[in-house]
């Protein structure tokens, strides 16, 4: 009989039922494929089956074969379409991700082997002594029972030396694993994030990687360890007597057979709850996040509704499951037992027959129990191995994916960037949007160094979007975008990036000191003074200055407001002396005199001797780019005038027209 509490059947069945449930078990999905904001069915009436009274006519679709087993079909996910992981291909890559480490995999395996084979030693021994005790033996009973304390002594290091050297194998990969796939999510094409959620791609990162390194901590080292031990009671059950083996391994062929059909059904039920666990967790993610929202429209209640939805779908599965689960374990138990009342018959018999011995029945016994149980864990492992994977083929794809091809190659520095920009014929749609109409329509623009070019236009126009291009956040799908007379593609991007100053619509923090937010990602070294001046040249230090730390303040997106947010976010675009400025609405939440002050630190700054600098501003305000050297009118992803304010007043367009009716909206 197995002899430690981890491998005691009955623990077993209870740890299989725990990991089903549990949170790492159902991970989330993509979002932009599964996710919709209600569910598409009112899983709420099948629910109501399982209760007792009302729906007692249906006991019929309870049955075996009923109707009330059925699962709604699984939507099409990402990893569906995608090349399926074999558990091969993912063992391949574990063992590369530990590595140098693999020494520990290595004494876990032997020790897991040293340790398999004591426990299966045991019962023989076990059964050999209390037969010498009884019939008066002491010599061979005083053998046994050294033996006894040998194996015990050993299979107790083995086993411990086994569970820690897993477990330390599983703490190394998942750090490896999550590591990695971190940075190969860093690295991705924006277009990427476009298309994946926050979500999914933090649940990738935690629950993912975690079950995935559940296979190595538990699924193969349990399958090595029951295949031996299952093989071990195997040999001593066919030389204890063939024949009798012959029922238990029927009886463990039906077990197999039984298990493959629960094993199924409980595949589908995990992907699904899997699915419906990660729509729950979209909304409730969406809902915290928006609280202030929520609040102010007084939708408590629907929201609560909106996630009880998904729950309700949750537990429709998941009552299922539990049914199957229920079915599965009946007919393990019965067998399981079924097993030890058959050897006692049958071994009666021949005991009755003088074919067997009574100390060769308890050991018929002891190692029938021990392959029946083996045989559970190996096939109950090997299904948990593939669910494992299965669920995390996802991680794998993403570590597959490519880094976005800027990083890939060394572009061009060039001495000085002076800020001529040019785009010629540039058309662009968004990859995850590929529209009939494209966002930008054969673009021509030309911007000279130290130029103010101020871009206005309608909402939706495609302003953004030229800036976007500028970023090389995406790349146009034809036409040639020039800085300096060079492709913008042929430039270093790192380098790039480090010349570029960008203020986008709204600026975000990060959950750091003032000064370090102002500080980042600046290529050099900078000094105090120096964030002190961009903080002054963006209006900042006063306000900064009356916090009770200062500069040292703690700050996110919610401590400040969103004027001071942005102030912030223009220290920190001055900061490294950029040759272009871009700001995107990058004052719209400050107030008049801010703003005011700003225009002219703006327009000043390019004549400075410290700095010149080519400025690209978009804004709805048009009191902020009256000044620039030149408005660029941009309608429906094409640029439909173009000029000085005055010139452009006077052509009477749709700048006079935006003009006009800001002008009457303030009166
Ligand atoms: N990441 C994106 N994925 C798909 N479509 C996008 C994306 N960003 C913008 N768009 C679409 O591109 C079009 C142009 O957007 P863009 O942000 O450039 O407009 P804009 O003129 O800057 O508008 P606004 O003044 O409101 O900021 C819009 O129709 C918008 O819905």
Not at 359 to 372: A, F, G, M, N
Not at 425 to 453: G, K, M, W
Not at 639 to 658: A, N, V
């Amino acid at each position: 009989m197995p002899i430690s509490l981890s491998s005691s059947p009955s623990y077993s069945v209870l740890n299989l039922k725990t990991r089903l449930h549990s949170p790492l078990y159902l991970t989330t999905v993509k979002r932009h494929r599964l996710w919709s904001p209600t569910p598409t069915k009112n899983y709420n009436a099948d629910f109501q089956e399982i209760l007792p009274g009302k729906y007692s006519g249906h006991l019929g679709a309870v049955q075996v074969r009923g109707s009330w087993w059925n699962l709604p079909g699984v939507q099409a996910s990402e990893s569906s379409t995608a090349k399926p992981v074999t558990v091969s291909m993912a063992l391949k890559r574990i063992w590369g991700l530990i590595g140098d480490d693999n020494w520990i995999v290595f004494l876990a395996l032997g020790a897991l082997f040293i340790a398999a084979v004591s426990e299966i030693s045991m019962p023989r021994i076990l059964a050999a002594s209390v037969f010498s005790a009884n019939s008066g033996e002491s010599a061979a009973f005083s053998r046994s029972s050294r033996m006894l304390i040998l194996l015990l002594i050993i299979s107790g290091i083995c086993s411990g030396l086994r569970s820690g050297c897993f477990a330390m194998a599983n703490t190394i990969l998942v750090k490896r694993l999550r590591r990695s796939l971190y940075a190969y999510l860093v690295f991705q094409d924006i277009s990427f994030f476009d298309m994946e959620t926050v979500g999914s791609l933090t649940s990738r990162l935690g629950s993912d990687c975690q079950r995935l390194s559940h296979v190595i901590g538990n699924d193969i080292h349990l399958i090595i360890r029951n295949a031996i031990q299952g093989t071990g009671a195997l040999i001593n059950l066919l030389t204890l007597s063939w024949p009798l083996t012959l029922p238990t391994l029927i009886i463990c062929s039906v077990l197999a057979i039984i298990f493959s059909i629960y094993g199924r059904y409980q595949k589908r039920a995990a992907k699904l709850m899997q699915e419906f666990n990660a729509c729950a967790n979209n909304v409730a993610q969406e809902t915290l996040s928006l609280m202030r929202t929520v609040r102010a429209y007084g939708t408590e209640g629907e929201e609560v509704e909106r996630y009880k939805r998904w729950l309700d779908e949750l537990a429709f599965v998941s009552i299922r499951e539990s049914a199957a689960y229920g079915l599965w374990s009946m007919s393990f138990l019965t067998l399981y037992r079924f097993t030890q009342v058959l050897a006692v018959l049958l071994g009666g018999i021949c005991i009755m027959n003088s074919q067997l011995s009574p100390e060769q029945l308890t050991k018929y016994i002891l190692y029938c129990e021990w392959l029946i149980y083996a045989t559970w864990r190996v096939v109950d492992n090997s299904s948990s191995l593939l669910q494992s994977i299965g669920a995390c083929e996802k991680v794998f794809h993403l570590m597959d994916l490519l880094p976005t091809d800027q990083f890939l190659s060394q572009g061009v520095k060039l001495q000085r960037l002076m800020g001529n920009i040019q785009f010629v014929n540039v058309s662009f749609h968004y990859p995850s949007r590929i529209s009939q109409v494209p966002i930008l329509d054969r673009l021509n623009l030309a911007i000279q160094a130290n130029e103010v070019v101020a871009i206005v236009g309608l909402s939706g126009s495609g302003k953004s979007t030229i800036v976007n291009l500028l970023l090389r956040l995406y790349q146009p799908v034809s036409g040639q975008i020039y800085m300096d007379g060079l492709p913008l593609d042929e430039l270093d991007i790192r380098w790039l990036r480090e010349k570029i100053g960008f203020v986008g619509q709204e600026p975000d923090l990060f959950n750091m000191d003032i000064k370090s937010n102002i500080k980042y990602g600046c290529p050099r070294e900078v000094k105090d003074e120096d964030i002190e001046w961009a903080a002054k040249q963006a209006h900042a230090h006063e306000f900064i200055s009356s916090l009770p730390h200062g500069y040292q303040t703690i700050v996110d997106n919610d401590l400040l407001s969103g004027g001071q947010r942005q102030r912030i976010a223009i220290a920190r675009a001055m900061l490294p002396d950029p040759a272009i400025l871009v700001l995107d609405e990058a004052t719209s939440a400050l107030d008049a005199e801010s703003e005011h002050y700003l225009k002219g630190v703006f327009h000043g700054l390019r004549n400075e001797s410290r700095s010149k600098r080519t400025i690209i501003l978009i804004a709805h305000r048009l009191s902020t780019i009256k000044t620039a050297d030149r408005i660029v009118v941009m309608d429906k992803g094409q640029i439909i005038e173009m000029g000085d304010h005055t010139e452009l007043l006077q052509k009477g367009g749709l700048y006079s027209r935006l003009i006009g009716a800001q002008a009457k909206s303030m009166a």
